[in-house]
Every structure is written in structure tokens, then in C-alpha cells.
């Protein structure tokens, strides 16, 4: 049974720093493209930051260098470290999983993320 289950969303001040965790399990972890993904109360959906099998990673233009993706092929796990939290930064975050190749796609239950002073 695939499982994605996001942990370290919580309540922080702005200037904050929280650290997302998502651990996978039911499939083959170190195949897949992981991501984070976030939406906010009346917007899509958006991608926030993506690691590839390789390690490389991308990240939304607006979050300027504040996020940082990670993965443990070990552990089966990836998260996201978030410093200099915003208010505009609130929103659920999702974890995601992919294989391309195989059309193979997971999501997580998401995890509250909220900045609020």
C-alpha cells in the first residue's frame, strides 16, 4: 500500500522556520521525482520545490532561496526545510511522488503550514 505521510506543519511567527518531512513507503522511493507542493485557501495548487532521482532540484521563483528540498533515499523520506516565513507562505503543503516512465503518480494528505503574527 503506497503511503505519503507529511509531518512538521504547524503555527510560526513571520521571520520563522519550520521543517516539513514526508516519508513514503509501498513503493520504490529512490525511482521517483519528489515534490512539495502547496495551495492556499481560494488559490490552485502550486509547486513549491522538486528533487529528482539524481538529487537535482528546482524551486518556485518566488521563494528565493528561503526553501530547501532534501531527500533520503535511506530513510525514504524528503523534506523541506522553510526559513524566513511569510504570511503569504500559509497554505497546506503536499508531498508528491512520480515516475514519469511508468505514469505513476502520489500524493500526501498535506500538513497546515500557517504564518500569522
Known amino acids: 500500500q503506497v503511503q505519503l505521510v507529511e509531518s512538521g506543519g504547524g503555527l510560526t511567527q513571520p521571520g520563522g522556520s519550520l521543517r516539513l518531512s514526508c516519508a513514503a513507503s509501498g513503493f520504490n522511493f529512490s525511482a521517483y521525482t519528489m515534490s512539495w507542493y502547496r495551495q492556499a485557501p481560494g488559490k490552485e495548487r502550486e509547486l513549491v520545490a522538486r528533487?529528482?532521482?539524481?538529487?537535482?532540484?528546482n524551486y518556485a521563483d518566488s521563494l528565493k532561496g528561503r526553501f530547501t528540498i532534501s531527500r533520503d533515499n535511506v530513510k525514504n523520506t524528503v523534506s523541506m526545510q522553510m526559513n524566513s516565513l511569510k504570511p503569504d507562505d500559509t497554505a497546506v503543503y503536499y508531498c508528491?511522488?512520480?515516475?514519469?516512465?511508468?505514469?505513476?503518480?502520489?500524493w500526501g494528505q498535506g500538513t497546515q503550514v500557517t504564518v500569522s503574527s
Open positions: 528533487i529528482s532521482t539524481g538529487g537535482y532540484t
Open positions: 508528491n511522488a512520480v515516475r514519469l516512465i511508468i505514469r505513476a503518480a502520489y
